[in-house]
């Protein structure tokens, strides 16, 4: 049995004869030599992560102006930075987006830009106190010309994340990246092997005040992260770092098609081998690491979940998903992590980076609860049309032609024999065909890719999913497929101009 | 040279193609088309010699024209090799090195332009003209 202490491992350091490899290594090594010799030979296992952490953001202090003004709003680049604290703090964070250029440059465009030295714009407004006069100040600054920039990251370093996938019929943009229509592809967020805290999952080493490597630079872990939630693996940290010792190789702004601005943060941890369970922990491969793939194309907080899958599954590039071959890819860098888990052992083994103890460890009892709300949302089943036209397939243009006129629909779902939704047929469409005298069948004119919404789902889904696909009208299918309603744009807004409120 | 042309909704219904043929004096000999109510796609084949020609007419009637020979471009340097492009990518022209570093072949891409809205950082970029 192996025992060492973090000031024992301190002092190899500082003799230079500390033995760190890094996680991956760490993994080949206890396979061949087993835990007991692994423990016994190393003293450090690092790892690393490069992956886009939304919850990324920087406190920085401009220093005052002349006269001084007490900043109410605030803008860097055009992106507005938050200011409710003292006269010249603000936070600007990742996600905010530029109000001129949109989702292409947001804070952490600002974040990267500060930190390679550019210049930024700097804007403020205020309502003038007796103390602080000035109402407008705008100036140029580069990050040199600040007196703090501390990055303050509320949740970085995701334990695990889930994997995406999109089961409707048509392109989905979301935080895990352009999800393909009929499960065209998955995509996964995670360094696997080389991930913090899958690395110590029991949180004994890792904890308040843990030295880690945060974007390039020596950072530390302030507390466990928002929406920390370790018992079902996913665990989050909160980190802090100063800006301006960081490095764009280890920050980069992103922007997420359609979705909006993210920042990859690359992120690593030092896990001290104190004992043999540490080796055990720390010798965790891809294929330990199981994570859930979800149906992305069902925006609600409960996704379908179609099955768990392993990351040595996910980095082999494809993963047989209801026995179709689904190709992969990740949104975090694999390679970065492996170089930020490498850099920070060459740091260690430098004699330049020294191990912490916790000040405390990070709780394993919380529980990230979805949100309380108050008013209860109207539901498609209470707005929806109940008595809603159908028709057969095997029918005629004409035949769907004289339905829409008699039920007064501009929307026909079309049917099979079993009652299931297979299509639909607006007016348009029918009108169409008479003219082209295309009148035998409904096949070739109806749509057959069509966007439907359950009974349960809230009507704010149906009033985004009209919008999305700039359509006018939902059918509202049951568990079996089978036409219970129809929700339209037109009464949409009806209803919203009276103002429902169930 | 292939020039791959998309129509919107508001210009679908128009003889474009026919009208270009006519003042240009170029046969534009069509490889691939693809037209659905709300927009069209083809795939033309123009000589060389008239390419820049056939391209200002069209773009004057609001196509949205792109070379299809010119490979797409990526800036290596500042790629961050998160992988977010491999498998959007239909042809598989985007693939993981054995290091994990994200690397392209020119030679398979059929320029869709997937890729290029798929980058987080920008660096891939279809060619202009
Ligand atoms: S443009 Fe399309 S085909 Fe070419 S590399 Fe990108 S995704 Fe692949
Ligand atoms: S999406 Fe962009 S940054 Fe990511 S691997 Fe592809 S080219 Fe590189």
Redesign the interface.
Do not use: V
């Given at each position: 049995m192996v025992k060492r202490t973090i000031e024992e491992i301190n002092e190899k350091i500082r003799d230079g004869s500390v033995h760190v490899i890094t996680a991956e290594e760490m993994t080949s090594l206890v396979q061949e030599v087993g835990v007991e010799e692994a423990a016994r030979q190393v003293d450090v296992v690092t790892t690393g992560t490069?992956g886009?952490m939304c919850s990324s953001g920087a406190f920085l202090n401009f220093g005052h102006s002349d006269p001084p003004i007490k900043m109410q709003k605030v803008w860097l680049n055009d992106v507005e930075a938050y200011t409710g604290i003292a006269a010249i703090d603000a936070y600007i964070g990742a996600t905010q987006i530029s109000e001129t250029k949109g989702i292409?440059y947001g804070g952490s465009h600002v974040i990267e830009d500060l930190i390679s030295g550019k210049e930024v714009t700097l804007k403020a407004t205020a309502y003038g106190t007796d103390c602080y006069p000035r109402k407008y100040v705008e100036t140029s600054i580069t990050i040199n010309d600040i007196n703090q920039a501390m990055m303050v990251n509320p949740r970085n370093g995701y334990q695990n994340y889930n994997s995406a996938t999109n089961g409707s019929g048509k392109a989905i943009y979301t935080y895990m990246?352009?999800l393909?229509p009929h499960y065209g592809?998955?995509?996964y967020s995670g360094a696997g092997v080389l991930s913090p805290l899958s690395n110590d999952p029991e949180y004994r080493t890792i904890g308040v005040g843990t030295r880690i490597f945060l974007g390039g630079a020596p950072g530390y872990i302030i507390s466990e992260g928002t929406q920390h939630n370790p018992g079902s693996g996913f665990g989050t940290l909160a980190v802090t770092g100063d800006l301006k010792k960081m490095s764009r190789d280890y920050i980069?702004?992103?922007?997420?098609?359609k979705y909006g601005t993210?920042m990859?943060v690359g992120l690593g941890i030092p896990i001290p081998i104190l004992n043999d369970d540490m080796a055990k922990f720390t010798a965790v491969s891809d294929a330990d690491i199981k994570t859930t793939i979800y149906d992305y194309s069902v925006p609600r907080r409960s996704k379908p979940a179609l099955r768990e899958v392993s990351y040595e599954e996910l980095k082999s590039?494809m993963v047989d998903l209801n026995g179709k071959e689904v190709?992969?890819?990740?949104?975090?860098?694999?390679?970065?992590a492996?170089k930020v888990a490498a850099e920070l052992k060459s740091w260690i083994k430098g004699g330049k980076f020294f191990l912490s103890s916790p000040a405390e460890n990070l709780t394993r009892q919380s529980l990230s609860k979805p949100m309380k709300e108050s008013q209860v949302m109207p539901l498609v089943k209470d707005i929806m049309v109940r008595n809603v036209a159908t028709i057969r397939r095997g029918f005629s243009v004409d035949e769907a032609a004289k339905k829409i006129i008699q039920d007064r629909f501009n929307h026909l779902p079309v049917v099979d024999d079993g009652g299931k939704l297979v299509g639909i047929v607006t007016a348009w469409d029918v009108s169409k065909a008479v003219a082209l005298s295309k009148r035998d069948s409904l096949e070739p004119i109806m749509t057959k890719n069509v966007i439907t919404i359950g009974p349960d789902d809230p009507v704010d889904l149906a009033v985004r999913l009209l919008e999305r696909y700039n359509i006018s009208a939902l059918p509202v299918i049951d568990g079996d497929k089978k036409v219970i309603g129809i929700v339209t744009g037109e009464g949409l807004s009806k209803l919203l101009a009276r103002g429902v409120q169930k | 040279m292939k020039l791959l042309l998309r129509f919107n909704s508001e210009i679908i219904r128009k003889p474009i193609i026919a009208e270009t043929v006519l003042e240009t004096g170029v046969m534009l000999e069509i490889e691939r088309a693809k037209v659905e109510s709300s927009m069209g796609e083809l795939v033309v084949n123009v000589p060389e010699e008239n390419c820049r020609m056939v391209v200002e007419h069209l773009r004057k009637k609001m196509v949205d024209v792109t070379r299809l020979d010119v490979p797409i471009t990526r800036d290596e340097v500042n790629c961050v090799h998160c992988g977010a492009c491999v498998s959007v990518c239909p042809v598989g022209a985007i693939s993981y090195e054995y290091d994990w570093r994200v690397k392209f072949d020119e030679s398979e891409c059929v320029q869709c332009g997937t890729c290029v809205n798929t980058c987080p950082v920008g660096v891939i970029k279809l060619p202009e003209n």
């Open positions: 490069f886009a292409e990246g352009t393909l592809n998955i995509t980069r702004a992103a922007s997420i098609y993210s990859f590039g190709k992969t890819s990740s949104l975090s860098s694999f390679y970065n492996r | -």
